[in-house]
């Protein structure tokens, strides 16, 4: 599948717009349209309903190492500054970044990738060419070598039939990994050497508090969820009955001022986080990471996304953060990466105890194998904890600790990004339907997320069929989203709705004014069944739960 086709369908059927479109957008900031908002809104309640509601305390799930419980949150957006300052995020939350004097344009270090050639430079009319080797660079992830010999040609004023005289060094890398830039050309420059050292740059939004808010009255928009979890650990405890192992859960916006926003809603600025932090025994923590990584993938497949796009990725010691005991990865190959490379759709942490005993503490930093509290150039605490208690008392055990966590946090945007990309399905032969196109190209969603679950037609636009067709979405409507659609052939109207992913359509024909009965038509497999009229909502009820 092409990005682009993708991303014209989004716009063109009202899933996503570029924000502040009409004022020539924003960067990194997306507006969910009238069927986005509602695609989301279900990938979200799906994740809320299976990881929260439906949830059974009662009932061991598969793979668990005891039963559990769940609950949810909802935290400020704006929280008190130390709360950046123990979590690690006011020093630590930064990427490199580089700036190009020609061009004046930024880009993330890691982003900028090229490779070492070397070939004769054309200069201007009357100068003589010369030999260099430079390193040129792209911010291109797709087909880079192209990218790359795009750029070549640029700087070296070569028509393409010239670039055999060329050579090529070594492999596509990252700038990141080269220790000098004086022979590197920008992405967007002419000559090398015109990157500036990288710089670190904090992705949090600072904000500042109250009308006459001062360099003291700042703070941030969250840039993750799950710090709202963290210092609400004592209060959720204290006002539930709630007891070790349990999770709480939230969804919400988050906020990254990343450097380079790119490949549509995958790196935004502005984004929903869906978060568990699951409090555990340290001696468990192990069993309940495992659980959750295999849980979490299974999620995935169970919305839908089983083909081998989708992968479980363990990371090595050396990717870990420094508190981390074990992270996993669930990634996905979005059409607009490379062959090859997966994006994060989620990430499950074991974090132990750094967070809970950070918000006590103070900021944590590693010594050897061990968390110990960072201090100032006169030897105090850098950034000192709240000093609450937030150790649990574990009556059963009879024994006083600091639970352990583990983070399943997932990007709803990222999610729907994925389900929207896999559900994009073209038909370029499909059965003959009165009135539609040759091709089909229809959105495969699972029917939970499907934006529309079904859509009503009378065949004609008389003889009754109008009446009983109204009759039949008023009584659907009442439990689910519904379309009225009698414009068109209907053969049309069965390809506006697979466009959108319904999975079902309903058409009531000459047979209904006789026997009651109406065809369901599938979107996928584009069966056709008779089924009676009343019989529509546990037949409709059955394959939604499918
Ligand atoms: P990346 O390495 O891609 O920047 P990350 O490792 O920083 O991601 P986490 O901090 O683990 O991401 O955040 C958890 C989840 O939040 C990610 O798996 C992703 O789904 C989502 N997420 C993070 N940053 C963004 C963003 N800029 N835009 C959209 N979703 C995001």
Redesign the pocket.
Known sequence: MQMEELVALCRRRGFLFQSSEIYGGLNGFWDYGPLGVLLKRNVKNAWWNDMVESHNEMILDQGAPSTYEMTGIDCSIIMHPQVWKCSGHYDLFHDYMVDCKESKKRYRYDHVKGRWVKGLKHGEAGTAAQELTVFITTMETEETQQALEQAAMKFFGLRKKDLESLSWEGEIESISSLDDLSQVVGPDAHHPGTLTSPREFNLMFKTTIGALGGEDDFSFLRP?TAQGIFVNFKNVLDSSRIKVPFGIAQVGKSF?N?IT?RNF?????E?E?MEIEFFCHPEESEKWYQYWRDRRFKWYTKMGLTSDRLRLREHEQAELAHYSCGTADIEYAFPFLPEGEY?????IAHRGDFDLRSHMEGKLVREGDQLVLQKDANGQPKYRGSGKDLTYFDDQRKERFVPHVIEP???A???TLAFLCDAYTVDKAPTAEKGADAERVYLKFHPRLAPIKAAVFPLVKKDGMPEIATEIYAELKKHFNVQYDEKGAVGRRYRRQDEIGTPFCITVDGQTVQDGTVTLRDRDTLEQRRVKKEDLLSELNDRMRM
Not at 265 to 269: A, G, H, I, L, V
Not at 343 to 347: A, D, K, M, N, T
């Open positions: 993750e990254r990343e926003p809603t995958f790196r935004s600025r984004f986080q994006g994060e759709l989620e990430g946090s997932s990007g945007d990222r999610a």
